[in-house]
């Protein structure tokens, strides 16, 4: 993560608002891992409620990182 974090603070070409958008997106991605993508302990990690979590999950697109969904979706393909 620190690399990435790195990446980020080096590119001047992306704008403020830009940056603090990856940032939020690579804290958020680091308190799923660490909590196996449970979104509500993840959220309680993070400090914030469980609604805005959500809205920012879907807005950053991040159920389609979700390993446990792939998961479902191979297995049902396969059905």
Same mark, same amino acid.
């Given at each position: 993560m620190r690399d990435r974090l790195n /990446? &980020?603070?080096?590119? +001047?070409e992306v704008s403020f608002h830009e940056r603090v958008k990856e940032f939020e997106k690579l804290l958020m991605l680091d308190a799923l891992n660490r909590t196996n993508w449970v979104k509500l302990r993840a959220a309680r990690s &993070? $400090?914030? +409620?469980?609604r805005i979590f959500n809205y920012k999950y879907e807005k950053?697109? &991040? *159920?389609?990182?979700?390993?446990? $969904?792939r998961k479902k979706r191979e *297995? /049902? &393909?396969v059905c």
């Amino acid at each position: 993560m620190r690399d990435r974090l790195n /990446q &980020l603070i080096e590119k +001047t070409e992306v704008s403020f608002h830009e940056r603090v958008k990856e940032f939020e997106k690579l804290l958020m991605l680091d308190a799923l891992n660490r909590t196996n993508w449970v979104k509500l302990r993840a959220a309680r990690s &993070l $400090r914030v +409620t469980y609604r805005i979590f959500n809205y920012k999950y879907e807005k950053f697109g &991040l *159920s389609a990182l979700n390993p446990r $969904r792939r998961k479902k979706r191979e *297995s /049902q &393909l396969v059905c």
